[in-house]
């Protein structure tokens, strides 16, 4: 039987959810002809498009957010859209629940144990959830591995060069379709970054989220992570990082100074004022307005928005040569404060990525490697 290749979701989807997540701040007048607009597009899709949309809010993990404000904005009309989001939101709002009982369970059998343990990650998209459980604890990994298999039954999936490399492990539970990773004392796609996890938890805060309490890093360590996985490793926003950032400035729960003294500490400042600056021009697009960022930060930024695109369901950094400056800038800096285990560690991450990639190309999968 012919397999027919898997389509990414198409830019119209990004740019109609984009519409749904990020508000215009236009005069009353012309805002309520752009939701007019907006409501019109949202009413004529067929279920092809209604579907392409809901893929690409699903990955980019904001579902729940814009099929709440899909079905804000149609109000009582539009039956079957109406229809589709509702179940939609139904199905999401499930999977939610059950990944949020395993984790409260998973953090009492931590605390239980004595182990310190903060949530990162997955979190942040609140009341969205991410794909996988992200924890993060300075225990040894011998005694995770010893917890997660005697309270939870769990299995440890295959670790890749980048797994060993970073510390961490993930778990297969039965009964939870996500994996839980456990980030054991080092951040980084090679582990590099000691500097944000030896004060990751001490800086962290308890939050209640879902009914639940739970330790969450704090607004800096967030922005610092969100900054390793989209400038450093992945190379690519998902819309949930643009949403969640500009929230976060929206309320003005960013201390820049203290953002800037961390991330320089860490010899990542140059890249979170470019995700910063990213983010703002993002939103600004839709909205009117960018985020308030200080001249500062604006001065730090390598690049700014002008230079993403769209490819294969999200919004894409170049590497070269924009992302591979940030790296080098990262090493250097690295290497200029002493740090020679770091350095080192983070001196493999070219040879990672060029073996995933011809990994992938050899394969078509970069599985045990990245």
């Not at 239980?112 to 990994?141: C, M, N």
């Not at 770091?342 to 070219?350: C, E, F, I, K, V």
């Amino acid at each position: 039987m012919n397999m027919q290749p898997v389509q990414a979701p198409t830019r119209k989807s990004l740019n109609l959810l984009s519409r749904l997540l990020i508000p215009s701040m236009q005069p009353s007048s012309a805002l309520a002809t752009a939701a007019l607009e907006l409501k019109r597009e949202v009413l004529s899709l067929s279920r092809v498009d209604f579907e392409d949309m809901l893929e690409l809010a699903n990955s980019n993990h904001v579902a729940v957010r814009g099929l709440e404000s899909l079905l804000s904005l149609v109000g009582e009309e539009g039956v079957e859209i109406r229809e589709w989001a509702t179940q939609a939101l139904s199905n999401e709002r499930a999977r939610i629940e059950t990944a949020i009982g395993y984790l409260t369970d998973i953090r009492h059998s931590f605390e239980k144990r004595g182990f310190r343990v903060a949530v990162i990650k997955s979190l942040d998209h609140w009341p969205d959830l991410g794909s996988d459980l992200d924890l993060f604890t300075d225990e040894s990994g011998e005694r995770v591995i010893d917890l997660m298999r005697e309270q939870f039954n769990a299995t440890i999936a295959s670790r890749s060069w980048g797994d060993r490399l970073a510390s961490k492990w993930n778990f297969a539970i039965p009964g939870l379709p996500e994996l839980v990773e456990v980030h054991v004392g080092r951040l980084g796609q090679t582990g590099e970054q000691g500097a944000i996890a030896s004060s990751l938890i001490n800086r962290s805060r308890m939050v209640v989220v879902g009914g639940q309490t739970f330790r969450l890093a704090s607004v800096s360590d967030r922005l610092m992570i969100s900054t390793l996985q989209r400038m450093y490793r992945h190379f690519y926003f998902r819309l949930c990082d643009i949403v969640d950032t500009a929230a976060l400035s929206d309320t003005d729960s960013i201390d820049f100074d203290n953002l800037r003294t961390c991330a320089s500490d860490a010899g990542i400042w140059e890249g979170v004022a470019t995700y910063l600056l990213i983010v703002s021009d993002y939103v600004k697009k839709y909205r009117g307005s960018g985020l308030d960022l200080p001249q500062y930060v604006r001065n730090s930024a390598r690049f700014a928005e002008d230079v993403v695109f769209y490819a294969r369901g999200f919004i894409r950094v170049p590497i070269m040569p924009q992302s591979v400056r940030l790296y080098s800038s990262q090493l250097a800096g690295v290497f200029r404060r002493g740090q020679l285990h770091n350095g080192a560690r983070l001196s493999l991450l070219p040879w990672l990525a060029t073996a995933a990639v011809v990994g992938q190309k050899i394969t078509g999968s970069d599985k045990g490697i990245w």
